[in-house]
């Protein structure tokens, strides 16, 4: 098998490809040939050790894959060699051939591609957990997403207008707010063009919105939470970024709003029942067409590191994923 490793905390370009021993599973443990791996933005903070997850050195990086069974190990019986599977892990997607608990491998449904497989577990998890579970959002209110030609951005204005919610779409280009059209949003701000504030104030007739989804973290933060409706509530997904915003408080008191934080990885850990209900809900809609991810790039195992520099220099939309083979 062949694997991209880090060795050593630091940059993209510091990763290296090597050729290892095929796995051999334990109790428990289900071996997969990947077909593809979704890229993630903690990708790119993990392996600088930028990020709360903290694998032993050395690892390879990537938290989600679709691939094959390869073998399996005892105790394992809801897979078998040669099933197709997603798979939610740690990390050690990005190489041909991955380990993973049997727990966080489930069959891929029927009609679903490889890549499209991929690219669904973490951010369409993250997303559903935070507009649903934690933001409240119902049929009728009106989201702002911020950050929303990313990965988790598009996910979110999908859920939004699966629930029934009007979805307002912020991004820094026109060429991403067309894709965010694409995906459902019914209107569209750019915020390095438009005041933030006045155009939230023009969409919601002074409203404000009920739920404001914020992966992005940064300069938009505090004029967003601004503009939020009463009793709104203000998700804290991530902070892609790179700058934690200072939240004056009072502004929560001004407005009865909420402060929500966001921690995906967490729930689907304590919660694994509510989190498999979530997915199959979403693959539900994935069926129905109400959801689809947008894969805007592939890249071979050897390029990696281009990938995870591409991520981090913030030119990717909706989601990229690796291709082993």
Not at 10 to 34: A, K, R
Not at 85 to 103: D, E, M, P, T, W
């Amino acid at each position: 098998m062949k694997a991209v490793l880090c060795k050593a905390w630091g940059p993209p370009d510091s990763l290296v490809l090597e050729t290892l021993p095929d796995f051999v599973p334990g109790d428990g443990e289900v071996i997969i040939d990947v077909k593809a791996a979704g890229v993630n933005f903690p990708d790119v903070l993990i392996i600088q050790n930028k990020y709360q997850a903290k694998p032993e050195l050395p690892f390879s990086p990537g938290s989600e894959l679709a691939g094959v069974v390869n073998a399996v190990g005892a105790g394992v019986t809801h897979v078998k060699p040669g099933d197709a599977v997603i798979a939610y892990l740690g990390n050690g997607a990005f190489a041909s051939q991955a380990r993973a608990k049997a727990a966080s491998v489930v069959p891929m449904p029927p009609g679903i591609d490889f890549e499209t497989a991929a690219a669904f577990t973490l951010t369409y998890g993250t997303s559903h957990h935070a507009v649903v579970d934690r933001g409240e959002l119902k049929a009728g209110e009106t989201m702002l997403v911020l950050g929303a030609a990313g990965g988790v951005g598009l996910a979110a204005i999908e859920i939004g207008k699966a629930i029934g919610a009007r979805v307002i779409a912020a991004a820094s280009t026109d060429e991403k707010l067309a894709v965010c059209k694409e995906h459902g949003a019914d209107a569209v701000i750019n915020y390095t063009t438009e005041d933030l504030r006045e155009r939230i104030k023009a969409l919601t007739d002074g409203k404000g919105p009920d739920v404001i989804y914020d992966p992005v973290g940064g300069v938009y933060a505090e004029p967003a939470f601004r503009s939020i409706a009463w009793r709104g509530r203000y998700l804290v997904v991530g902070f892609a970024n790179g700058d934690i915003p200072k939240m004056p408080l009072n502004l929560a008191l001004l407005k009865g709003a909420s402060l929500v934080g966001v921690f995906w990885g967490d729930f689907a850990r304590r919660e694994p029942k509510h989190n498999q209900a979530n997915m199959a809900q979403m693959l539900g809609w994935m069926k129905e067409g109400k959801i689809r991810p947008h894969i805007s790039a592939r890249y071979p195992l050897e390029q990696a590191p281009q990938a995870l520099k591409d991520m981090e220099a913030r030119k990717v939309t909706g989601k990229i994923v690796i291709i082993p083979s």
